[in-house]
């Protein structure tokens, strides 16, 4: 059996189509197998962001929870420990005496400047001296020495 020209190209023909259909074929499914692996996992995306989200709210309410449950105890420890530093007020009346004591300040012979040392605004006078007639009477005190201030510290140099 031999093979003509013609039968030849209608059997190139027909493998050509074939080829044409499965390579067709072929696109199409791993289309179709494409498009079903990316809905499969926008579904299972979907799912995973929900149980997160579940999760998440789970997690933030038992957060909440122990929050709350910290500031009770917290203010608990506040209240007592404010109770506890905050002294009662008892109010009493209380006995009271009224106690007056008299000194006398004596000092050397007053003069102008003695009385500007003072603080000025009154006068400083010498109590009155005891009688002679008293035959017990303590002797006079003895003078006190004047004081006179240390000199002034050195001015501060310039450093040169």
Do not use: H, K
């Not at 074929?25 to 149980?51: H, I, K, L, P, Y």
């Not at 500007?116 to 001296?129: D, F, I, N, W």
């Amino acid at each position: 059996m031999s093979t003509t020209a013609t039968s030849r190209d209608r059997f190139r023909t027909g493998v050509a189509a074939v080829t044409g259909l499965v390579a067709a074929g072929a696109m199409a499914s791993t289309g179709w197998a494409a498009g079903a692996a990316a809905q499969d996992f926008t579904q299972q995306q979907a799912q995973r962001r929900a149980e997160q989200q579940d999760r998440q709210a789970v997690q933030d309410a038992r957060a909440s929870r122990a929050l709350a449950r910290y500031n009770a105890r917290l203010a608990r420890i506040v209240r007592r420990q404010s109770a506890a530093l905050r002294p009662a007020v008892v109010l009493r009346e209380r006995p009271t005496r009224t106690r007056v004591t008299v000194r006398y300040v004596t000092g050397a012979a007053a003069s102008s400047s003695s009385a500007a040392r003072l603080g000025g605004g009154g006068t400083v006078s010498t109590p009155p001296a005891p009688s002679p007639s008293g035959a017990g009477s303590a002797p006079a005190p003895a003078p006190l020495p004047s004081y006179t201030p240390p000199p002034p510290p050195p001015a501060p140099s310039s450093g040169s």
